[in-house]
């Protein structure tokens, strides 16, 4: 069975890259957007396996796209990305793992695979 995503970031090339990786992977992309509201809007649409995010983002941040899924459900696997490690503690308890970007972005499949 094919496994879903939605990914959620302000950097289009980002997505583009998240995207094509998981692609190769088998996994489907289901839908993109570029904040928190539209993450969490996303995910109640289309319930996706798992929901890669960024944090900094504008308007509505990554912060404000977990704690509405996370409402829409409590089990939600959520990976962040973010280019700036000092928000992995405030992220701590409420996703599955939180990555460094760019360099990490390539061991997602095998994370995604593991959660």
Do not use: C, W
């Amino acid at each position: 069975m094919e496994k879903t995503v939605i990914i959620v970031d302000d950097n289009k090339k980002i997505i583009e890259a998240v995207s094509d990786l998981l692609i190769k992977y088998s996994f489907k992309v289901l839908g993109t957007g570029t904040d928190g509201l539209e993450a969490a809007n996303l995910y109640k649409s289309l319930k996706p396996d798992y929901v890669i995010m960024d944090v900094e983002m504008p308007n509505y941040d990554g912060f404000y796209g977990i704690d509405e899924i996370l409402k829409i459900d409590s089990d939600a696997k959520i990976v962040v990305m973010s280019t700036d490690e000092k928000y992995e503690q405030k992220t701590d308890g409420k996703v599955k793992r939180f990555l460094v970007k760019p360099h990490e972005i390539i061991s997602l499949p095998k994370i995604l695979n593991s959660i």
